[in-house]
Nanobody
Framework: QVQLVESGGGLVQPGGSLTLVCVVSGSIFRFAAMAWYRQVPGKQRELVAAIPSSGSTKYADSVQGRFTISRDSAKNTVYLQMNRFKPEDTGVYYC???????????????WGQGTQVTVSS
């Protein structure tokens, strides 16, 4: 069974930095894409950053130049380095992965449980 576990959220001041980490476990034999999404109460979950198995990364306009997504394929891990925080970055951050595993050998969407990031002085 595929599981995503996020860590690294917390309280940070405007202008500060945090790094989110998402570890994907399970009998995975192919990653299609990994990404980070953000959700605030009353709004839809929105894409923050995505990194495909090949090709270019993608960022929301609101985080372009401040956030960086990266992956360590050997460790089945994706990172989100977040710099120069703004109050509007507050939200629950969810890790997403589209993978094929031995138990479900077609590209399937999986989500982590979410980690809270609060930007406040």
């Amino acid at each position: 069974q595929v599981q995503l576990v996020e860590s690294g959220g917390g309280l940070v001041q405007p202008g500060g930095s945090l790094t989110l980490v998402c570890v994907v476990s399970g009998s995975i034999f192919r990653f299609a894409a990994m990404a980070w999404y953000r959700q605030v109460p009353g709004k839809q979950r929105e894409l923050v950053a995505a990194i495909p198995s090949s090709g270019s990364t993608k960022y929301a306009d609101s985080v372009q130049g401040r956030f960086t997504i990266s992956r360590d394929s050997a460790k089945n891990t994706v990172y989100l380095q977040m710099n120069r925080f703004k109050p509007e970055d507050t939200g629950v951050y969810y890790c997403y992965a589209q993978v094929a595993s031995t138990s479900l050998p077609v590209p399937t969407d999986y989500w982590g449980q979410g980690t809270q990031v609060t930007v406040s002085s």
